[in-house]
């Protein structure tokens, strides 16, 4: 009797759980109206069938329940009820099956007037590839992926050359533009996910998968890998970003080429020098930092890196509410007028002989390790020197003290938070791997035993 | 089909029948020690296996509460509670444990065919999950590469556990199917060569086809996962490149090239699939002989059920690929593997209107075996509908690798097979141990499961329309995903730490009741199946004393009008209790014409 009472309330409770739920799908941003159509369809096809076979069963339960003096009727089959049911049950299937077909066709075959983009996915981030004024990507292969190269661009492909190539996780798309990525990984599969357009594909290496989708609506969405990658597969995160055609045209005009990137010419270190003189009243002669002023060891650290913060530092990404080191650190930033300049300091740096930094944070190392070698060795690798791959900087012989600081800043919400810090939002995530200041210190010490 | 008249040459049972108490409970060839023994394997893999939802649960309910939960850790629990769940405990349970300890009973069998393969089965299980629990303990800890072990990143650096743990993991699965393959052959030639006389195969209780089918699904199925397996074990350890392509670990290239990472996912999904049934088809058998029995009615369309789980098992064979919709496979394959998922809701669909049908007209006895039974009607009606969003390819594009999907598998082969295991012990638990469970208990731990299982899985399903991925650390910082997601997360962990410590209430139950129960009356329940028919209750061994019974009729004469009682036993003679007439209905028209 109340389990009959507990299953009709439990109909009604989903129902009204269903009305009441603020959790739907979000607004639509692609011209896949015809999912959320077979979506909703199949939605109160199934609804309708929940509620009535519940129903009757909570019917059946109290009708039926054990009486005195009743006897159950003995019925073996009734092959005209069943073989009606299935039918009704198979109309009901097709109802569902057909359209869905129908809108699956036209996911598989794209539309002529879409344009090419690829999406390359690799531990832990994303980057897009445009095909430039020939309309045409050219040719990629893992194997020619450098640092230089990180796409795999084959330098030979005549196609390749004015490829305009994004090394950012922020897509961006011309709005009401049908748009085909061309979807390709470098190291284990990945998933290009954006909510709002609905449609999603995994990237797997070794070959090319696809999907399309005609943006709709002006925005910037999250760009969600769904396909487990390894440890970081929850900070693989992106953004696109759906814009007016003149807004698109202005953006990819300040990309660089596939060719460009080749023939930089290579930075002017006696102009890194100069510039250098301001740094170096606090990170020192030879770069190898002063703790009293507050100022990390920079000799031994990858050039990507130290561009990648000083531009961080002069965009505001850095240096905000609550960093105050980091804000003295932004005014200098600040002196330098571009990024040929930046790029140049960072090369001068990159001439430092690296000697590792004195320790000054001590800690239960072997808890160092324990946390470290689950958690940090996938991206800053077991030697603790990182890797422009994974973008992670190099941690052993580098300053402790100022690791702790950072690690706390990250935990803080002090650094990373930014929307243009991508990266650091990532360390924002995975620093809650150590969940206090000791154990910010254990890793700290365990890093400083990788010195050698 | 004629009698085999196998089943009576007893003279075997002398040669494996115990003479110390080792023999008996511990190399014991008795099917029923052996299921027992199975199910307690399996039983404690199962609590590790919750411990560790438990333990992630509260992670995504209440982020960083727990300080030793980091995203290693995270990983590995959620890789571990999957294959542990699936594999581990499920197939075990109902094929181990319930196949060997109703098989024998159920077709009026003294054993299975072969009882030192069946110990044999057993301790190798033992050892697969042995090997599986070292894993915990050796440098990196077990694989968190996602239960589907999906290469390349199961070998890479960046994956938990991606030297030793991923390795245990492989040769575990291994020895297992070693042991399910021992074990299955058995199943599967008891129920052809074992059947007591005058049991036809369209006699047989439902249990026994459910359980039966679901073995030959694992015989075909298991072994394109110890192939996926072992070609993995050669990539990882020997260097081959079966699944791995050329691909590139912390900025430098592998030594690997050409390899398919796709061929492992139609290898692991061609058992994948068929895995889902061979837990499901033996929780529709047991279901269906709990429902008939309480309802005091025959199992609605007996013909069709059985014909239904044929066809369920044959599908599940050419439906593997939905798994993969949005893998990048060629994408043409979706045409064809939405219709054959979709074509195999017919087959389901019927037997939920006839489980619902058999309820029809009954004398429903609501006591604590007939809550989970129609608890889990109810849940497999919200899991199977589910399942047609999934299966019709365009709507996985959205809802793949969301919440949807966990809130789908769970319902609708977590929540209602366990709903099931625990009908299926409490009914049988008088013939297992001579004595009554406490129904109280019973029925309260009914509530707790079935209501708290309701809380955690129905929200879930909104978090997966919403887009929330799944196997996500964390949430953090997006644009479409409000704050009151976190809150529903934190809602579905506490309902999930609820139903996870009511299971004590079955463990204080069984184990008190082992001692303390009242005693059970032979056949307590009125049932008409022959497992019941047992000079002695519990059986002993070699099950059926001197003689082995005899069957007249279908296991389902229930109510039957114009017996002495509403329930007629299997071989209850027709000189004592007429068969149906013909008005009515004769199950197995041939039957009566069989060489008795």
Known sequence: MALAVVIFLLVIGSIIFHFASPWWFTEIAADWGSIDFTINLTFWVTGFVFVACNLFLAYCIWKFRQKEGHKAVYEP??????????????VGVIAMLAPGLFVWASFVNVPDDAVQIEVLGSQWQWQYRYPGADGQLGTADVLLVTEDNPFGVNPEDPRGQDDVVVNDPELHLPL????????????????????????????????VSYLWFDPTREGRFDVMCEELCGIGHFVMRGAVVVEPQADFDAWIAQQTTFSETQNMAAPNVAAGQAAYAACATCHGQQGEGNQALNAPKLAGQQPWYIERQIQHF???????????????????????????????????????????????VTGDVDNGYDIYDRNCAACHLDNGQGTWYNDSPKLAGMSDWYFVTQISNFRAGIRGLHPTDDYGEQMVSMATAMSDLEEIQDVAAYINTLQR | MAYVPLADQDKEMEMHHPHSWVEKYVWSQDHKVIAIQYGSIAVFTGIIGLT????????????????????????????????????????????????????????GARDMVFPFMNMLSVWTFLLSVIILMASFFVGGGPTGAGWTLYPPQTAMEGTPGHDMGIVLMLISLAVFIVATTMGGLNYAVTVLQYRCRGLTMMRLPLTVWGIFVATILALF???????????????????????????????????????????????FWFFGHP?????????????????????????????????????????????????????????????????????????????????????????IRLNAPMYFAIGFIFTFIHGGLTGLFLGNVVIDLPLSDTYFVIAHFHMVMGVSPIL???????HWYPLM????????????????????????????????????????YQIGATDFIPASAQDLNASITIAAIFVAVAQLLFFVNIIWSLKYGKKAEKNPWGSASLEWQTPDLPPKHGNWGDELPTVYRWAYDYSVPGAHEDFIPQNTPETVEPTVDEEHFDPDQDASKADI
């Open chain 2, 52 to 107: 560790l939802s438990v333990l992630f649960r509260l992670q995504l309910g209440f982020p960083e509460s727990v300080d030793f939960i980091d995203p290693n850790f995270y990983y590995q629990a959620v890789t571990m509670h999957g294959m542990i769940m699936v594999v581990y405990f499920l197939t075990a349970l109902f094929l181990g444990g319930f196949g060997n300890y109703m098989i024998p009973l159920m077709c």
């Open chain 2, 433 to 472: 141990s001579g004595r009554m469970f406490h129904e109280g208990l019973a029925k309260a731990h009914f509530w707790l499961t079935f209501l708290g299982a309701y809380a955690i899985y129905l929200p879930m399903h909104y978090l997966g329309f919403l887009g929330v991925p799944r196997r996500y």
């Open chain 1, 176 to 207: 009401g533009q049908p748009v085909q990525t061309l979807l390709r990984s470098h190291d284990v599969l990945h998933n290009f996910t954006v909510p709002q357009f609905r449609v999603k594909m995994d990237l797997v290496p070794g070959l």
């Open chain 2, 420 to 426: 099931v295991l625990f009908a299926a012990i409490y």
């Open chain 2, 221 to 267: 199925a298991f072994p394109a996962l110890l192939v996926a397996a072992i070609m993995m074990l050669f990539d990882t350890l020997l260097g081959t490149s079966f699944f791995m392509p050329a691909v590139i670990e912390a900025g430098a290239p592998l030594d690997h090239n050409g390899g398919s990472p796709l061929l492992f996912q139609h290898l």
């Open chain 1, 314 to 360: 002069k965009d505001g990404a850095r240096g905000g509410d609550g960093d105050t080191y980091g804000a003295q650190m932004a005014a200098f930033a600040n002196m330098l007028a571009d990024e040929t300049a930046v790029r140049n300091v960072a090369a001068y740096i990159n001439t430092f002989p690296d000697t590792p930094a004195q320790p000054t």
């Open chain 2, 275 to 363: 895995e889902v049934y061979i837990v499901a088809l033996p929780a529709f058998g047991l279901v269906s002989d709990v429902l008939s029995t309480h309802a005091r009615k025959n199992i609605f369309g007996y013909r069709m059920m059985v014909w239904a789980i044929i066809a369920i098992g044959g599908l599940s064979f050419i439906v593997w690929a939905h798994h993969m919709y949005v893998s990048g496979m060629h994408p043409y394959f979706g045409f064809f593997f939405a219709t054959t998922t979709l074509i195999i809701a017919v087959p389901t669909a019927l037997k939920v209107y006839n489980w619902v049908l058999t309820l029809w007209e009954g004398d």
């Open chain 1, 77 to 90: 089959e009734n092959h005209k009820l069943e073989i009606g049911l299935s039918a009704i049950t198979t």
